[in-house]
C-alpha cells in the first residue's frame, strides 16, 4: 500500500483509514511484525524513491520534491536529511561516476 501511496499519503493515520483501523492499532501490528513503526516504513519508501530520484536523473531537489508530494521543498530537504545524515546535494555528489 505504501508503494502505491507514499506520493499522496505521508501520514500513518492516512494509512489506518484506508484500512479501517486506528492509527494505534497499525503501529502496534507493523511494529509487532517488523520490528519499525509504520511511518518508519512510509518514510523509507520516500527516501528510497528521492535517492532514486537523485541518482538516476538530473532534476532539481524542488523537482524531486515536488514529484514526491511535498509542495516545501525545504521541509522536504529536511526530512531528507533527518532520514539519512546527508543533505540532497551531499548524496547526489557521492554517487561513483563510472570509468569506462
Known amino acids: 500500500m505504501i508503494q502505491i501511496h507514499y ?8 494509512y489506518a483509514s484506508l484500512l479501517n483501523i486506528t492509527p494505534l492499532y497499525l503501529n502496534e501490528i507493523v511494529k ?3 520490528g519499525f513503526s509504520a511511518s518508519h ?3 523509507q ?5 528521492a535517492q532514486r530520484l537523485l541518482y538516476y ?3 532539481d531537489i524542488k523537482q524531486i ?3 514526491l508530494g511535498y509542495e516545501d521543498h525545504a ?9 539519512t545524515g546527508n ?12 570509468v569506462q
Open 87 to 98: 543533505t540532497a546535494s551531499q548524496f547526489r555528489e557521492r554517487k561513483p561516476l563510472f
Open 41 to 43: 516504513w512510509i518514510h
Open 57 to 59: 536523473t538530473d532534476l
Open 7 to 14: 506520493k499522496e499519503l505521508k501520514q500513518v493515520k492516512e
Open 75 to 83: 521541509y522536504f530537504s529536511r526530512f531528507f536529511k533527518k532520514n
Open 45 to 49: 519508501e520516500i527516501i528510497l524513491e
Open 32 to 34: 509487532e511484525i517488523t
Open 65 to 67: 520534491a515536488f514529484q
